[in-house]
């Protein structure tokens, strides 16, 4: 597995990591057993980098993984987030003494005395500009509680915003075939500064798989049907903000851009955000053992030509790019 150095944490981490919502909640039941079987692959295949959080599964997915390490010696890097435990979810939660019980929570359930990486779990705007925030993130770090923090971000303007602070490690963003738009401001921005990118939702929640057709039904815990409309949460956290049945149809020519490479739509789709300039890490999620393995295999695809880059292009502008690109 290639590694690369994750920003201004310092740290190699695999270029394919594996992203733990799923094996907390939100997409249908995971058990204990096919989330371990999910990590035990993953890191067999030489993943070194888990993203999860402490509302993933209120602590599960977070636990889960800490069972797993005690179980198994893994030089893997862990992140996690907080923030959104906050209720209600407004700046004024964000206070020092909020992120301190936030992080010692994550801290019991990782079962560590010090967090390898702590993100802002897509916190309000304002967030992003408060000092008071910041200052109590390094005193956290100052006291060996963190050894890094970054953001999770729903926007680009807000990573902007987070890229400028001197110590945020890492943003987090939405980056993948079907938004483009980081690839603008954002990725140039954090090469620039030093800030390690991490792309979440490579796959468009799973839209990306080529797997998905008008018909199929996912389950009523699946963030797919109750947050379909952003009922629950962002709507550009589920399909990645494209509607379901422009998204099932570009996914469609991305399958038969693949066909021509002899591979798989979503490794085609998870080599290409690989493939941009600043990423660090990629962090698909999965619900099984084969889907790990397969995602991890994808940096085994050669680098996209520039006839493939601009055939990917070409179906995010025709079909995608007016629904999502002014929005995030």
């Known amino acids: 597995m290639e590694n690369r150095v994750l920003g201004r944490t310092g740290r190699q981490v695999s270029v394919v990591g594996l992203g733990c919502w799923q094996l907390g909640a939100d997409w249908g039941r995971v058990d204990d057993a096919d989330a371990f079987a999910v990590l035990h692959a ?86 992003f500009s408060t000092d008071e925030v910041f200052d109590a993130l390094d005193e956290l770090v100052a006291e060996g509680n963190l050894a890094a923090y970054g953001v999770s971000v729903e926007t680009c303007d807000e990573a902007l915003t987070a890229i400028a602070r001197p110590n945020v490690a890492s943003v987090q963003i939405i980056l993948n075939a079907f938004r483009r738009k980081p690839l603008e401001r954002v990725l140039p921005a954090a090469r620039a500064a030093g800030v390690g990118i991490i792309a979440r939702v490579p796959l468009a929640s799973g839209l990306l798989s080529g797997k998905y057709d008008e018909h199929t039904a996912f389950a009523a815990d699946d963030h797919r049907t109750y947050n379909r409309n952003g009922e629950a949460f962002d709507v550009g956290e589920t399909f990645s903000g494209v509607p379901y049945e422009v998204g099932v149809r570009a996914a469609r020519s991305l399958a038969a851009v693949a066909e021509d490479l002899g591979t798989s739509t979503a490794a085609l789709a998870l080599r290409w955000v690989i493939d941009q300039p600043g990423v660090g890490v990629v962090i698909p999620g999965a619900r099984n053992a084969e889907q ?37």
Not at 57 to 62: P, V
């Open 42 to 127: 993953a890191v067999d295949a030489g993943v070194t980098f888990l993203d999860t959080a402490d509302v993933y599964g209120d602590g599960r997915s977070e636990q889960l993984i800490a069972r797993f390490l005690a179980e198994r010696a893994a030089d893997v890097t862990v992140a996690t987030k907080c923030g959104r435990r906050a209720d209600p979810h407004v700046p004024a939660s964000f206070t020092p003494e909020n992120l301190r019980a936030w992080t010692d929570r994550s801290r019991a359930n990782l079962r560590v005395d010090r967090l390898d990486l702590v993100q802002l779990h897509c916190p309000p705007t304002p967030v």
């Open 292 to 328: 790990a393995k397969a995602n991890a295999a994808a940096q085994m695809v050669p680098p996209l030509s520039e006839d493939t880059l601009c055939a990917v292009e070409q179906i995010y502008d025709e079909q995608i790019r007016e629904h999502v690109h002014d929005r995030w």
